[in-house]
């Protein structure tokens, strides 16, 4: 988490002020499938790679405010320093306050780079593959639950990794794209608003949802 947790919990309160929810993944989907719709503006709030401070900071804050989130670590990391822990992805996990999905294994990197640069792209994939099935099954089983989320590495992906993601069972698919997310749009190219930079004032994030055009839809903020 490279936001101060002063910044990120001006975030929170401008954000429970202004009568915004968060969702969960599984009412994010819903809402993409367009099945369901909140009442209220509503943001879902997402954390990449897994390090220390979503525990240390960030889960104490979401607990405080009524929040929840989605935490998509590099699992090969976790257990190192200055990573999450398994012990500490457990209680976020059981309290109900974070979700977790997949990033990668091991395998945190542009993966559309590599494909072009490949002289054998069907290893290459074959190797993704194996990255996200052993982080997916990794979580589920020392976790107790069910992951179906995806974020891509460094947002990066195109058709084939899509295609590949869906084979393997993920049923929303996090990209670096930024913008909002409309009602019914589809599950398969989640955009985000990235809001972890140090200088990502509350007014700053004002002004990137109203850019964005928040008001009848859905947001995804990543920290």
């Known amino acids: 988490m490279t936001l101060e947790p002063i910044q990120f919990e001006a975030h929170l309160r401008w954000l429970k002020h202004s ?3 968060t969702l969960t993944g599984e009412q994010l989907l819903r809402f993409l499938r367009g099945e369901w719709q909140p009442q209220e503006p509503a943001v879902v709030l997402t954390f990449d790679d897994g390090y220390e401070g979503v525990y240390n900071y960030a889960y104490p804050l979401l607990k405080r405010y009524g929040y929840c989130g989605i935490v998509f670590p590099v699992v090969a990391k976790i257990d190192m320093p200055r990573h999450l822990t398994w012990e500490q992805l ?3 996990v059981d309290s109900g306050v974070m979700e977790v999905g997949v990033h990668a294994y091991e395998m945190h990197c542009s993966l559309t780079r590599m494909l072009e ?3 054998n792209p069907v290893k290459t994939l074959e190797r993704i593959a194996r ?3 052993k982080a997916k099954w990794l979580l589920q089983t020392r976790l107790g639950v069910r992951v179906f989320l995806l974020a891509f590495p460094q947002g990066d992906y195109n058709e084939v990794l899509i295609a590949l993601a869906k084979s393997l069972g993920f049923e929303g698919l ?8 409309k009602l019914g749009e589809g599950t398969e190219r989640i955009k985000r608003i ?7 004032t509350v007014w700053r994030l004002r002004l990137r949802l109203l850019r964005a055009q928040w008001f009848p839809q859905s947001v995804n903020e990543q920290y």
């Open 90 to 92: 457990r209680e976020m």
């Open 131 to 133: 990255d996200w099935t």
């Open 194 to 200: 990235g809001t972890s930079a140090p200088h990502t």
């Open 19 to 21: 009568g915004f929810l």
């Open 117 to 119: 640069k490949s002289p």
């Open 174 to 181: 996090f990209t670096a794209d930024i913008g909002v997310n």
